[in-house]
């Protein structure tokens, strides 16, 4: 009679790569994330391996994280080029101020007859 081997259990062959499209990754993201099924159920579901779920489960963490620490509360930012110009029309109209009191000014000094 034969005995059966007591070596190593043979291993299941790899499953071929499977590409997700984004839409996909997220709803494995989702299906993990709200408990509605383990890594390794996902990974069976969507016909990937679980190193694949995992993968995807911390890239979209770590995205998540980047975008909410980018984002500040209140009003979003002006562009660098959208601050300068609203900078500079305040100066312009500051200089048209100042030159309208002097001309004002001058005015009043020296009188219209030189204007002649």
């Known amino acids: 009679m034969s005995e059966p081997k007591s070596g190593p259990s043979p291993r299941r062959a790899p499953r071929p790569e499977k590409r997700l ?3 996909e990754k997220y709803e494995v993201f989702v299906e993990v994330l709200t408990q509605q099924a383990t890594q390794r159920e996902a990974a069976e579901k969507w016909e990937v391996d679980r190193s694949t779920v995992a993968h995807i489960c911390r890239t979209a963490k770590r995205g998540a994280l980047d975008a909410l620490s980018a ?3 209140g009003r979003p930012g002006q562009s660098a080029e959208a601050a300068e110009l609203a900078q500079a029309r305040k100066e312009v109209g500051r200089l ?6 002097q001309a004002v000014m001058l005015h009043l000094h020296q ?3 030189r204007w002649a």
């Open 21 to 23: 499209a984004p839409s």
């Open 71 to 73: 984002a500040v509360p």
């Open 96 to 101: 048209r101020a100042t030159v309208t009191e």
């Open 111 to 113: 009188g219209k007859e």
